[in-house]
T-cell receptor
Framework: QQKVQQSPESLSVPEGGMASFNCTSS?????YFWWYRQHSGEGPKALMSIFSDGDKKEGRFTAHLNKASLHVSLHIRDSQPSDSALYFC??????????????FGEGTKLTVSS | EAAVTQSPRNKVTVTGGNVTLSCRQT?????MYWYRQDTGHGLRLIHYSYGAGNLQIGDVPDGYKATRTTQEDFFLLLELASPSQTSLYFC???WGDGAETLYFGSGTRLTVL
């Protein structure tokens, strides 16, 4: 079972609408959470990180983290066609050697229609 | 922005073939990673390294070897390629671990016939 699970698998919103993504982890060792975005034909790019409980806002993007429930979400307001992409949630776990590795979810495909 | 270059961009080989995927980063990052991307599985970590000569095992290492020859160069080796290794492979680098941004290359699409 994936340690980081995302929902929904795909999402369609009209231009100007709100897109919302959910992510749940199953490992309480996860300390840092990320959202990455991947446009077609490109590698993923970091969108934003969230390390503390609560909300973090960067422009049109807002992330929310609840460590107690191991749940993180991402909301995009005023969605644009250029936001159409694959969105990944990722979390890092600290292993015994002291180094961490980033674990990704399955991704959510967003389509914004103009 | 950090630059990570992968080669080749596309590769086709036959079952049992020998394949090497290359990755170079030019930002003196400490950490380098190899992921594979498959529909329904997202990105899965194969191997990673925190410096020249170092190798750490990822989550899906079976059938893959990797070698970090320099701070800049990280190679993924498939010595007996199988059709199950057909995938999109990404290399990434970062300064540190966990709390640091990963910078990804453009990917190598590998097809094993």
């Amino acid at each position: 079972q994936q340690k980081v699970q995302q929902s929904p698998e795909s999402l369609s919103v009209p231009e100007g609408g709100m897109a919302s993504f959910n992510c749940t982890s199953s490992d309480r060792n996860f300390q840092y959470f990320w959202w990455y975005r991947q446009h077609s034909g490109e590698g993923p790019k970091a969108l934003m990180s969230i390390f503390s409980d609560g909300d973090k806002k960067e422009g049109r993007f807002t992330a929310h983290l609840n460590k107690a429930s191991l749940h993180v979400s991402l909301h995009i307001r005023d969605s644009q066609p250029s936001d159409s992409a694959l969105y990944f949630c990722a979390a890092s776990e600290l292993n015994q050697g002291g180094s961490a590795k980033l674990i990704f979810g399955e991704g959510t495909k967003l389509t914004v229609s103009s | 922005e950090a630059a990570v270059t992968q080669s080749p961009r596309n590769k086709v080989t036959v079952t049992g073939g020998n394949v090497t995927l290359s990755c170079r980063q030019t930002n003196s990052h400490n950490y380098m990673y190899w992921y594979r991307q498959d529909t329904g599985h997202g990105l899965r970590l194969i191997h990673y390294s925190y410096g020249a000569g170092n190798l750490q095992i990822g989550d899906v290492p079976d059938g893959y070897k990797a070698t970090r020859t320099t701070q800049e160069d990280f190679f993924l080796l498939l010595e007996l390629a199988s059709p199950s290794q057909t995938s999109l492979y990404f290399c990434a680098s970062s300064w540190g671990d966990g709390a640091e941004t990963l910078y990804f290359g453009s990917g190598t699409r590998l097809t094993v016939l």
